[in-house]
């Protein structure tokens, strides 16, 4: 006698479609050089006068300058 295997069917996923499509994160790195030692103090000034992280104050600065160059108000 065979035996039927009860067939059951394939739960659906309770992630959207666009879970899948997202960019992948990008990463991007500045580089300095020997001579750049001004920069690198400016720019823990600025995280201290802001009372921001290194990411956090770059990405304020980017949109602050972006405001002023593009009349764009992001912030």
Do not use: W
């Not at 499509?21 to 006068?49: C, F, Q, W």
């Amino acid at each position: 006698m065979t035996q039927a295997i009860p067939k059951t069917e394939t739960t659906k996923s309770k992630c959207s479609q666009n879970t899948f499509n997202k960019d992948p994160l990008v990463k991007r790195h500045v580089s300095y050089g020997r001579r750049d030692t001004h920069i690198k103090d400016a720019e823990e000034r600025l995280m201290s006068k802001y009372h921001m992280g290194y990411s956090q104050l770059h990405k304020y600065l980017v949109l602050k300058e972006g405001n002023n160059q593009f009349s764009t108000p992001f912030l």
